[in-house]
């Protein structure tokens, strides 16, 4: 079965900076071809796409984060990153790893398949 887990996330002020990390089973990595990104939800509101990465390495970001957010994969840890600076109140959500055995699509929540149990991330002003 494949796993993810996220940690990094907390509470920061604006302008602030976190790391977050999710933790994906070697399953995931071992395929050709798959994607992996980025949700968050907050609290109230539809979950939406973030960032996503292809094994590749091709990156697709959402507009509200293009510039301040940067999703990265560590093959060798089987570990997918995403690095939020300028955090602003309004990016307080809970922040969810999604996986797909495929390339990427449309940075849909539909199109993915394995979800971890997410991070919070809270910025304060």
């Known amino acids: 079965q494949r796993q993810l887990v996220e940690s990094g996330g907390g509470s920061v002020q604006a302008v602030g900076s976190l790391r977050l990390s999710c933790a994906a089973s070697?399953?995931?990595?071992?395929?050709?071809?798959?994607?992996m990104g980025w949700f968050r939800q907050a609290p109230g509101k539809e979950r939406e796409g973030v960032a996503q990465?292809?094994?590749?390495?091709?990156?697709d970001y959402a507009d509200s984060v293009k510039g301040r957010f940067t999703i990265s994969l560590d093959n060798a840890r089987n570990t997918l990153y995403l690095q939020v600076n300028s955090l602003k109140p309004e990016d307080t959500a809970m922040f969810y790893c999604a996986a797909r055995i495929d390339g990427c699509r449309v940075l849909s929540r539909a199109w993915f398949i394995y979800w971890g149990q997410g991070t919070q991330v809270t910025v304060s002003s």
């Open positions: 070697r399953s995931v990595f071992i395929y050709i071809s798959y994607c």
């Open positions: 990465i292809d094994s590749s390495g091709r990156t």
